[in-house]
């Protein structure tokens, strides 16, 4: 969702008031496209965040922490020397377009009054921060500094007249319904209507102009061509209130979410043309910082969360290609003793062997048909003999270990496999810290700072949840947390379960020592199932049996258990 011109007009219109009339106390850079200016006014702090990040590009009050660099960036330095202590005149933006500016009164270094106006334009991957000289118009220096190889529309250097990015699209209250129908149908009529509007109005973003078109009651796909005066003028007068209502004071700010709670879009209507989706709602700058923050933190969670699934996937591949060279050495296991046999056949019939040749045809007593044999012609007939016997010990050796080489990798990939799906389910940065710190232990990892060679303890709580009748489930969030649970937290007399044959957390029913109703257990089953690689299919069988059937062998992985006495059920995932 981007940062659109309705969505900055309805943050512009809260902060105005909270902002004008305040003092700058301090400027910050805590990264390379992001400020933070903080604001006195009727004794109050604000602080005032700005962002030029392609896909983060946003103003907005916050309360959230930053760690400011060691070394202080010039852009940084530029904006304290010319904002601090300065007095915020005004916040406007120009129509409904993507630019905010603040414009800032003080005095110079020699004492006389001038003003500065900090331009920030959010258009995505074009974002950018820029301070300019309110009376010259001249660039005193831009977050992004480029020319124009970089731009064939403009410059932004220090000492450059600033000039805003080019803008093509109409400001829709400059416009009476005549004008509007006259501008939307000069696009191609293949265009569908929403496609038109996000193209030719200021303030649009593609969510905003599908739930214009859905407000009009006019199906989403419903195209230019279709489209008669009824049809627009119906579109034209939703355009019109949905723009009243921003521009108004107090829009309904909302965040939409998808059925996993990711946040999807944020805008200053309510989106209701997403159905099925969950939204919260709130003033437009705490919207705008809840969005952006869980974003931010999802887009962490997803970068840790592939950063693991990285190590998983070239570890397999790793482990692959040794089983495939166990998988060959255990396909030539006949050949050993084929070679015992031809040491043996040469062995009997030594004498019969008179003449050195290449090969050899003797009887074969163990079927009375003749056996052709290959002979070194460098060994005598009873040397080679002993060479078949050599080549049956070595390829029996060789057998023997390929057959244990290959129980352990087939015990490692599930391993992989059980932690491939610990990292999927894991919905916190915690989580995954603590998958890290596993796989740093069990050497898939090397900690840069500490490499432990054993961890018996893990930092979270396991998920807790309560059955309609009151009992507590724990689910475990990684394989250690999955030991903790079934052998430190249950009783004996608990429920353990598990997705049947499939990766996945263990789950414990707490029962204080009493058979649970159906409604728990399968409660308990539900969760099992939505906490395993199975999450995502309608129906999931679940194994449960209680906890003192179930055993970990000495010296196997995190997480790995054998059970026994159980039993299965077959249950739909249920999501928390």
Same mark, same amino acid.
């Given at each position: ?25 301090? /400027? ?20 005032? #965040? ?22 202080? $960036? ?77 731009? @064939? ?10 000039? *805003? ?11 009476? %319904? ?81 059925? #996993? ?6 805008? $200053? ?14 003033? $437009? ?42 998988? !060959? ?96 389910? =894991? ?17 898939? #990892? +090397? ?14 709580? $396991? ?13 475990? +969030? ?11 937290? =249950? ?5 353990? #379960? ?6 996945? *957390?263990?789950? /414990?029913? +707490? ?12 409660? *308990?089953?539900?969760? *099992? ?13 679940? !194994? ?12 196997? @992985?995190?997480?790995?258990? %054998? ?14």
């Amino acid at each position: 969702m981007p940062f659109d011109g309705l969505a900055l007009a309805a943050v512009c219109g809260e902060l105005a008031p909270l902002l004008v009339g305040g003092r700058i106390e301090r /400027i910050h850079q805590p990264e390379r496209l992001a400020i933070i200016i903080q604001v006195r006014n009727q004794g109050r702090k604000f602080r005032l #965040l700005l962002t030029a990040e392609a896909h983060a590009a946003r103003m907005h009050l916050t309360e959230s922490a930053f760690t400011n660099p060691l070394a202080l $960036p010039v852009f940084c330095s530029v904006l304290r020397k010319h904002l601090d202590g300065g007095r915020i005149v005004s916040l406007e933006q120009p129509g409904y377009e993507r630019i905010a500016r603040l414009v800032v009164e003080g005095r110079n270094e020699i004492g006389f009054l001038g003003r500065r106006e900090l331009v920030a334009e959010f258009m995505g991957k074009h974002s950018n921060i820029i301070l300019v000289d309110g009376d010259s118009g001249l660039i005193l220096d831009g977050i992004k500094r480029y020319n124009h190889a970089v731009s @064939r529309h403009r410059e932004v250097l220090p000492g450059v007249p600033y000039q *805003a990015p080019p803008n093509d699209k109409v400001n829709p209250s400059m416009l009476d %319904v005549d004008e509007f129908i006259s501008l939307i149908t000069g696009e191609p009529m293949h265009l569908k209507l929403f496609e038109a509007l996000q193209k030719r109005l200021e303030g649009l973003s593609l969510p905003v102009a599908r739930e214009i078109v859905h407000r009009s009651n006019l199906d989403l796909d419903t195209r230019l061509e279709f489209c008669g005066l009824y049809e627009l003028r119906r579109t034209w007068e939703t355009l019109q209130a949905v723009y009243r209502d921003v521009s108004g004071g107090a829009p309904r700010t909302v965040i939409s979410y998808n059925p #996993l709670g990711k946040p999807v879009d944020f805008a $200053p209507v309510e989106l209701t043309h997403l159905a099925g989706s969950r939204s919260d709602t709130g003033s $437009p700058n705490e919207i705008v910082n809840r969005f952006y923050t869980q974003r931010v933190e999802q887009d962490k969670l997803e970068t840790a969360r592939n950063n693991l699934n990285s190590v998983i996937v070239r570890s397999r591949k790793k482990l692959e290609r040794k089983a495939s060279a166990a998988k !060959d050495t255990l396909r030539n296991a006949p050949k050993a003793d084929l070679y015992r046999m031809f040491g043996e056949i040469l062995t009997a019939n030594l004498y019969q062997i008179k003449d050195a040749a290449g090969q050899v045809t003797l009887e074969n007593f163990y079927t009375g048909e003749p056996v052709t044999i290959e002979m070194d012609l460098r060994l005598t007939p009873a040397q080679n003999a002993q060479a078949y016997f050599k080549r049956y010990n070595k390829q029996k050796t060789a057998v023997a270990r390929a057959e244990h080489e290959a129980e352990l990798l087939a015990a490692e990939l599930q391993y992989l496999d059980e932690l491939e799906t610990t990292i999927q389910i =894991a919905d916190s940065l915690s989580d995954l810290e603590e998958i890290r710190a596993e796989m740093v232990a069990e050497d898939y #990892l +090397r900690d840069p700072v500490q490499k432990p060679r054993r961890v018996t303890e893990t930092a979270s709580e $396991p998920r807790r949840f309560t059955t309609p009748d009151g009992q507590t489930v724990l689910v475990g +969030r990684n394989n250690r947390q999955n030991d903790i649970v079934t052998f430190r937290l =249950a009783g004996e007399t608990d429920v353990w #379960l598990h997705a049947r044959g499939v990766p996945g *957390a263990h789950v /414990i029913l +707490r029962t204080g020592g009493q058979a649970p109703d159906d409604t728990a257990l399968e409660f *308990a089953a539900g969760l *099992a199932a939505f906490f395993s690689r199975s999450r995502q299919t309608d129906k999931v069988a679940v !194994d449960y049996t209680l906890r003192r059937f179930v055993k970990k062998p000495k010296g196997t @992985r995190p997480g790995f258990v %054998v059970y026994s006495n159980e039993k299965t059920i077959q249950v739909a995932p249920v999501s928390p």
